[in-house]
């Protein structure tokens, strides 16, 4: 059943997906990991998300871990790096905000 044919409300995860992206700056926070081939270090992320404070990235990111969006590794280097990674759930999430992206852009050029 496709989800425009149905009348019964959204499934639990159908909604805990839609709050996890209606957090501000969580689908900035995707699509800049999409932009740097699904991966990438805190100052990266921030460098792509113009406005968006240390404290509210650090919040987000642990959000979009927290909800199977992005996943942290640590690696054992001096100083301690980061990398955040797109998770195959936030891989297929961020192709679907890709592809919104594409489609505003188009209706601009209309």
Known sequence: MTASNRSTPLTRAENDLLQALSVRWAMHILLALRAFGDSGRFSEIQERVPGISNRVLSGRLADLESNGLVSRDVAATRPVTIIYRLTGHGQQV?????????????SLDT
């Open 94 to 106: 961020a192709g679907v905000l890709t592809r919104l992206r594409e489609v505003a852009e188009s």
